[in-house]
């Protein structure tokens, strides 16, 4: 059996990079860091996560079907800007990008997936999970899913600092109903980092991800400026470990995962298909343009399906109420701008090929007039249409010749405004 992660981060042998790489690139992730130092301040951690371990792995056993599901679970996301200088202040644009990308990665719907080698393309696919920003706070209020605090400190590490305000950071938001996502300045060569789930919720859940390589607009920066950065870590929170197994190139480390490669050590740079290493001589070779390598991002797009049901299993296990949460946080507070509750409406299918329809029923009259608009991932008015007499009648929604994606359906007149999410695959 290859050696578990636990074993080698507890033996303090990870090492980031291969013996001797010059590479320039910088080590890029520091889960690993950030799970020894966890270690260390709690002895009871090491036990729990491999105790959770072995549950997953019975998880996985006994429900091969689990990731093949319809269930989409749209997780809520707070983002925390915390910022010293004025380029880290990064604007609304550069993260709604960012959530563009995580719904596109996630979903297999990144326009890369053309890349995929043949030999792949056939257990690569969606997971079970897309992202909205969060449009309630902890305490129902409307909110934009983003917060922000200038502070003193030059830069952060994997430390947590970040993470609360009495350190210079930004407290999380309830973990175990928002995925809280820090945006800052990290030190060290550290470009992102994640803390990954277990059985017991911890208030620091979540991942922290360079100002620079944080989405695709705007300050990013080249080759971490496609938002991969964040779709590597928010793998990590979702259980996934990095392909190479953090073995320091001795071929016996492992991801836990079945369907991809063996491989000696992470990769830099953008490979050429196929490439191979010490541990993978192999006409495939290595998966080096997996989200849990280290390749630039321009080279990174594809989990595998060994991938998403590790990861489906893992977050249905242990963050239910996360998966969950998406009923309330990801529309927006009922009341003055919330439909009255002799309104009631659907709009199906849901998720769609871009033919959808809108049925309205009611109970008194809400006016001639209700305006329709239709608002895309990075909050881009695509469509808008008057519909009059609205009560009682049906209404086709033609989005087909729309990218897929993530979208969102304002309803509003003068007495209300209502939003519904729906994800268009075309």
Not at 7 to 22: D, E, K, P, W, Y
Not at 127 to 152: H, K, M, V, Y
Not at 189 to 202: D, K, R
């Amino acid at each position: 059996m290859k050696i578990s992660l636990l074993a080698l981060v507890m033996a303090g042998s990870i090492s980031f990079a291969v013996a001797g790489n010059t590479n320039p690139h910088p080590e890029k992730c520091g889960v690993i860091e950030n799970t020894k130092r966890k270690m260390q301040e709690n002895p009871n951690l090491e036990r729990l996560m491999q105790n959770d371990e072995q549950r997953l792995q019975q998880l996985i056993e006994q429900n091969q079907n689990s990731r093949i599901s319809n269930t989409i679970y749209t997780i809520p996301v707070v983002v925390h800007i915390v910022w010293k200088t004025g380029s880290q202040n990064i604007t609304d644009a550069q993260i709604l990008s960012q959530i563009a990308v995580l719904n596109e990665d996630f979903g297999h719907m990144n326009a890369d997936t053309a890349s995929i080698p043949v030999s792949w393309r056939s257990i690569s696919g969606p997971s079970n999970f897309q992202f909205c920003l969060a449009q309630r706070d902890p305490n129902g209020n409307s909110t934009t899913g983003i917060e922000r605090r200038q502070t003193t400190a030059t830069s952060f590490n994997t430390n947590d600092n970040v993470k609360y305000y009495t350190t210079g950071g930004m407290d999380a938001w309830d973990t175990r109903t928002y995925f809280n996502i820090w945006v800052c300045n990290l030190s060290g060569g550290i470009i992102g980092y994640a803390e990954f789930p277990t059985s017991q919720s911890s208030d620091t859940y979540g991942v922290v991800i360079q100002y620079d390589s944080f989405g695709r607009v705007g300050t990013v920066s080249y080759p971490y400026n496609k938002g991969r950065t964040a779709s590597h870590e928010i793998g990590h929170c979702f259980n996934l470990k990095h392909i190479w197994g953090d073995d320091g190139s001795s071929c016996t480390g492992s991801d836990n995962v079945a369907d991809t490669p063996n491989q000696g050590a992470e990769t830099y740079g953008c490979l050429t298909y196929p490439a191979t290493d010490n541990c993978n001589t192999s006409a495939n070779g290595i998966m080096f343009m997996n989200y849990m390598d280290y390749s630039d991002d321009r080279c990174l797009y594809m989990f595998t399906e060994g991938q998403n049901t590790r990861m489906n299993t893992a977050m249905t296990a242990w963050y239910s109420d996360l998966l969950a949460a998406s009923t309330l946080a990801c529309e927006a507070p009922v009341g003055i701008q919330g439909a009255p509750d002799d309104f009631q409406f659907s709009i199906y299918p849901n998720p769609s090929d871009g033919y959808l329809t809108l049925d309205m029923t009611g109970t008194r009259e809400l006016g001639n007039s209700i305006d329709l608009s239709v608002i895309d991932a990075l909050g881009k008015t695509v469509l808008q249409q008057r519909i009059e007499n609205p009560v009682g009648s049906v209404h086709p929604i033609d989005l087909h010749k729309f990218n897929s994606g993530i979208y969102f359906i304002n309803l509003s007149n003068s007495e209300f405004k209502k939003t519904v999410r729906i994800s268009l695959f075309n």
